[in-house]
Each structure stands twice: as structure tokens, then as C-alpha cells.
């Protein structure tokens, strides 16, 4: 399991405090690149050196409870469902323990040199499977 937290900002939410009901994917995403970038670096720069790349492919989110300015976040992410090209990503949003919001992400690997799809392999594969 990989975990990030981080605290509401007040650029998140609409007039009400409440967080706009995209900003969680885009700190989901912030939490899938810092856990590839613990390993790899700069994530940019391996897709410019690889041509590997991950797009999601589906989302699934199910918005449990209301997330407001102020509030402390802690991320889940595990991975599942691990294939050829693609695996999903299982996320849990909690504050304080209590969970706000579960999301499913389908990724899948794609080689942008080639612009075809590319096998999930070697040390990219186990970095995946270890948070199986």
C-alpha cells in the first residue's frame, strides 16, 4: 500500500467549503505519481527515456461522504487485477480515519515511441505488484 496525506485548501472547494467533485482524481493522480516517482524520478522524464506511460482507461468513484475546506486527508492506494497492459488502482479516502471516498482507476500501459500498448514487465511489474 502506498499512502499520501494532505490538508484541504480553500482552492479546492465551491462557495460552500465543499470540494468540487473532481479534485479528488486529481489527488489520487498526485498520489499515484509520487509513488512511481519514489522508484523512477522524475515521471516525465522516464516517459521521455522509456516511451512508457499509463493512461486511465475507467474510473469508478463513489463519493461517500462530503469532503469540506480544512480537512485532513490521508490517500490509499493498492493495486489489483494486475495484467498484461493494464491494472487497476484501488483508493480510499480517509479523514481521521473515517472513509470519505472509494475509487477504482483501470490503467493502462501504453508506449508512446511505439503508440502501441506495452506489456507491464520486469522491475515495473514487481514496483506494481508490491502494493498488491
Same mark, same amino acid.
Given at each position: 500500500?502506498?499512502?499520501?496525506?494532505?490538508?484541504?485548501?480553500?482552492?479546492? $472547494? !465551491?462557495?460552500?467549503?465543499?470540494? %468540487? %467533485?473532481?479534485?479528488?482524481?486529481?489527488?489520487?493522480?498526485?498520489?499515484?505519481? &509520487?509513488?512511481?516517482?519514489?522508484?523512477? &524520478?522524475?515521471?516525465? *522524464?522516464?516517459?521521455?527515456?522509456?516511451? @512508457? $506511460?499509463?493512461?486511465? +482507461?475507467? =474510473?469508478?468513484? /463513489? %463519493?461517500?461522504?462530503?469532503?469540506?475546506? &480544512? /480537512?485532513?486527508?490521508? @490517500?490509499?492506494?493498492? +493495486?489489483? !487485477?494486475? *495484467?498484461?497492459?493494464?491494472?487497476?488502482? /484501488?483508493?480510499?479516502?480517509?479523514?481521521?480515519? !473515517? =472513509?470519505?471516498?472509494?475509487?477504482? @482507476?483501470?490503467?493502462?500501459?501504453? /508506449?508512446?515511441?511505439?503508440?502501441?500498448?506495452?506489456?507491464?514487465? &520486469?522491475?515495473?511489474?514487481?514496483? @506494481?505488484?508490491?502494493?498488491?
Amino acid at each position: 500500500m502506498h499512502k499520501m496525506s494532505l490538508d484541504v485548501h480553500l482552492s479546492d $472547494t !465551491d462557495v460552500t467549503g465543499q470540494v %468540487y %467533485y473532481s479534485k479528488p482524481l486529481e489527488w489520487m493522480e498526485w498520489c499515484r505519481v &509520487g509513488w512511481f516517482q519514489e522508484k523512477y &524520478g522524475n515521471f516525465m *522524464k522516464y516517459v521521455e527515456e522509456t516511451g @512508457i $506511460t499509463f493512461f486511465p +482507461s475507467k =474510473v469508478n468513484v /463513489d %463519493y461517500r461522504k462530503p469532503v469540506m475546506f &480544512g /480537512d485532513m486527508l490521508d @490517500i490509499e492506494m493498492v +493495486s489489483k !487485477d494486475i *495484467k498484461k497492459v493494464s491494472f487497476v488502482l /484501488d483508493y480510499t479516502i480517509k479523514r481521521q480515519g !473515517d =472513509v470519505v471516498l472509494k475509487a477504482e @482507476i483501470l490503467m493502462v500501459c501504453f /508506449d508512446v515511441k511505439k503508440n502501441k500498448f506495452a506489456k507491464i514487465e &520486469g522491475g515495473l511489474l514487481e514496483y @506494481i505488484n508490491q502494493i498488491a
